[in-house]
């Protein structure tokens, strides 16, 4: 296993962090109930000495100390993220620059420079790490040493022939290799998303036929290879409307072509000894892409430490039942297996699809119900990984999960010393709750997208649409920001 070397600030805040990579999970229990549902900056200081000491309680996190909270967040970021912020909480706002980011204004020679320059030095310098790998390393050394790890992930969007996923793939190759060359463990995870190494229209294919044989067992598939249950009794099959024609030569050698561009990822992930997180996607491909995840996991996940590691989507009415029964067949198969929850993204898209077919959304009915479902399933896989090897990434942006999960593993024992959980925001959004976390004693991450503007626009676009109520509701962030502001006004003016 990789050394861990402990960040500057995280010796200058006098806390432990001397984690490997996350591990694995075993012995499944039934979800527990037990969590309730719920919803820079100071320039560095070099410490006048250095000791190290446990973390306080992290079943309290301070938001109040902003000096403290912010110590590491340079005043030009603050400032920077304040105003973006601020622009993004006013959806006329987003409507504008998703606009312009689609006009045929980026066809203007002249102004589209004009245009990619305003978007580089706004939107996407606040939600990206760079252009390209090596300018990501330099954003995660930063994040490093503000006691913070990265996500790294290659911001593109779908592909749709084998031309585009085996570009994607080189991209993503290449992503593990400047991890490998950063500091121990400033990269927890390198991100990759199925649907940029195998054609959408075999996803979906692949996904029609799946979801026939749940519901028809003697629907034959040659080509499936070992997997864990893709699906629950609860799991909406109203996407598959008739039976699936088989998969034609070319299609079949499509799917070994993808298979084989996963697998040579998971090679390059286990030589570097950094894990790969796959990414979740609309239900419409997820089943595809689940059984990718699964089939990856069952042959490079080996001893403690999963290498795959993969997304439940907790804002689905199935994420508890499909999350359990995977979490059984993996013990049973002696498989360790990490996951990422999250909420969700692509609730609208959901809820229009199932109505366009006459079916009831798969979307929990109120956010309530989906807050307890993601506070369920986030104590159901501590539980687990405190008993035994696992690993989990809880990736939330609301302060009561976190806070919940913070008491929770404090509780369990779990996230200073061994290190299996990894909390998660994305860049540029809830520093305050990465902050705070961090300074709690946790490993928390900051998802990463990077790559040239242009290859991002698409996904800066879907980020926009699908994180409206997100950013309208960034008032916690920007209230701290504004109040550690005014703080340092004060201070200069005094001086």
């Known amino acids: 296993m990789a050394t861990r070397v402990i960040p500057p600030r995280i010796l200058r805040n006098l806390r432990y962090n001397t984690a490997t990579k996350p591990l694995a999970s075993s012995h499944p229990s039934s979800l527990s109930p037990s969590l309730s549902p719920a919803p820079c900056l100071t320039d560095p200081k070099p410490p006048s000495q250095t000791v190290l000491r446990p973390a306080s309680d992290p079943s ?3 938001f109040n100390d902003v000096q403290s909270l912010f110590s590491y967040v340079p005043t030009s970021s603050l400032l920077r993220s304040t105003a973006v912020l601020h622009a993004t909480a006013v959806e006329p706002m987003v409507d504008l620059g998703m606009w312009i980011m689609r006009s045929k204004l980026l066809e203007v020679e002249g102004l589209k420079d004009v245009v990619l320059a305003a978007i580089r030095k706004t939107f ?3 939600f990206c790490a760079g ?20 996500m790294l992930v290659y911001g593109v969007e779908d592909a749709h022939d084998n031309h585009g996923c085996d570009r994607n793939l080189k991209c993503f190759l290449h992503t593990v290799d400047v991890s490998r060359s950063l500091p121990p463990s400033s990269v927890s995870f390198v991100i990759v998303k199925i649907t940029a190494i195998c054609p959408m229209s075999l996803l979906e294919r692949l996904s029609d036929m ?3 044989q ?19 009794d609860k799991t909406p099959l109203y996407h598959t409307r008739k039976r699936p024609q088989p998969l034609t030569p070319e299609e079949e050698s499509d799917l070994e072509l993808a298979m084989q561009r996963l697998n040579e990822l998971c090679h ?3 030589q570097a000894n950094i894990p790969l997180l796959v990414d979740a996607e609309h239900t419409s491909v997820q089943p595809a892409i689940d059984y990718f995840t699964y089939n990856a996991a069952i042959n490079h996940n080996k001893g403690e430490s999963p290498i795959v590691f993969g997304t439940m989507q907790t804002y689905l009415k199935d994420a508890k039942e499909r999350l359990l029964l995977a979490t059984e067949a993996a013990d049973k198969m002696g498989i360790p297996m990490g996951f990422k929850l999250v909420r969700g993204a692509y609730m609208s ?8 077919l006459g079916y009831a959304s798969p979307i929990h009915n109120t956010i309530q119900d989906t807050h307890k479902c993601f506070n369920d399933c986030s104590s159901f896989l501590l539980e687990k990984v405190a008993n035994g090897p696992g690993g989990l990434v809880l990736a939330t942006h609301n302060i009561e999960s976190g806070k919940l999960a913070a008491a929770k593993a404090h509780e369990l024992g779990i996230g200073k010393v061994n290190h299996k959980l990894e909390f998660a925001q994305l860049l540029g959004m809830s520093e305050a709750l990465s902050y705070g976390l961090s300074n709690a004693g946790f490993q928390v991450s900051k998802y990463m997208p990077f790559g040239p503007v242009e290859t991002v626009m698409p996904y800066l676009l879907r980020r926009a649409e699908e994180n409206r109520g997100m950013l309208a509701a960034s008032g916690f962030d920007r209230q701290l920001m504004r109040k550690e502001l005014g703080r340092r006004l004060k201070a200069a003016v005094v001086v």
Do not use: M
């Not at 252009?131 to 990265?150: F, H």
């Not at 898209?349 to 366009?356: F, T, Y």
């Open 60 to 62: 309290s996190l301070d």
């Open 124 to 126: 996407y310098g606040h």
């Open 131 to 150: 252009e390209d790998a090596v300018t990501a390393g330099k954003s995660i050394r930063a994040l490093n040493e503000a006691g913070l790890r990265g």
């Open 210 to 212: 799946l979801r026939w």
């Open 214 to 232: 749940q519901k028809d067992p003697s629907f034959n598939l040659p080509w499936k290879q070992d997997s864990f249950p893709l699906f629950s």
């Open 268 to 270: 390059k992930c286990v």
């Open 349 to 356: 898209s959901e809820r229009n699809l199932a109505a366009s």
